[in-house]
């Protein structure tokens, strides 16, 4: 190796560790993807996310990124295995730099969260003509609630009348918590047979950041166990 070359290898080095250490006991084996050392005992994490770089042993010059390390312990566990168990006595560093593992494993995580998740079903044994049969007091039926905590983006909700009698007025209406109440914030009268069959409550995209029901009425006394499909996309925000 040129001289100048190492030189320059172990300055940068040197500028970017965060911590050099030796290994106090054996690391996992078969899965060769821990180290221990005790005196990481009761330290802050500044370790997960970070490269853990061997500097001895049968896996000298290996790296991996560090997904977890145990302040009770001095435990580090790694994204990829390294080629061999890390033994007792084995020199590391911490680079102080995030991992090539760290980044694709956070660029997945919102990939994920684009993807969302689909929803396809039905309801059935429905009474749209209940009085006061609906949660909020309203006349009509529950047709589905989507309960979170968090925020989360409601696509394209779609509820179905095609089972309603011919000509009936269909209302459907839409409640969100407000303040930790749920409160209505939509309303609509569709007609069977006149409007399509196909309702979109949600048509496009809806942030919310509580519960969201869906309610639906018929001023037809036959609609009292109907069948309602419904269907929505949930992608979450954090």
Do not use: W
């Not at 500028?15 to 221990?36: F, K, Q, R, S």
């Not at 005196?39 to 500044?46: A, E, S, T, V």
């Not at 969201?212 to 166990?225: C, G, K, P, Q, Y």
């Amino acid at each position: 190796m040129n001289r100048h070359y190492a030189l320059a290898r172990q300055a940068i080095l040197r500028a970017l560790t965060a911590y050099t250490g030796v290994t106090t006991a054996d690391g996992a084996t078969p899965a060769n993807n821990t180290l221990i050392c005790a005196n990481l005992k009761g330290r802050n994490d500044f370790i997960t996310n970070k490269t853990i770089l061997i500097g001895s042993g049968d896996s000298n010059r290996e790296d991996s990124g560090a997904s977890a390390f145990g302040t009770l312990t001095g435990k580090i566990t790694v994204v990829t295995p390294f080629g061999a168990q890390i033994k007792k006595g084995t020199i590391f560093r911490v680079l102080n730099i995030s991992t090539v593992q760290a980044d694709i494993a956070d660029i997945k995580a919102q990939v994920n969260k684009l993807a969302g998740s689909e929803v396809d079903t039905q309801v059935t044994g429905k009474d749209l003509t209940a009085v006061g049969g609906g949660t909020s007091g309203e006349d009509g039926a529950d047709i589905l609630t989507i309960s979170t905590t968090t925020r989360k983006k409601v696509h394209m909700l779609t509820v179905s009348m095609k089972n309603c009698q011919a000509a009936a007025n269909i209302i459907v209406r839409l409640y969100t918590k407000v303040y930790g109440n749920f409160e209505e914030f939509y309303s609509q009268t569709f007609i069977k047979d006149t409007d399509p069959d196909a309702i979109m409550a949600i048509n496009g995209t809806l942030a919310i950041l509580a519960d969201l029901r869906v309610e639906m009425h018929s001023d037809d006394a036959l609609d009292n166990n109907v069948t309602v499909p419904y269907s929505y996309i949930l992608e979450d925000m954090e």
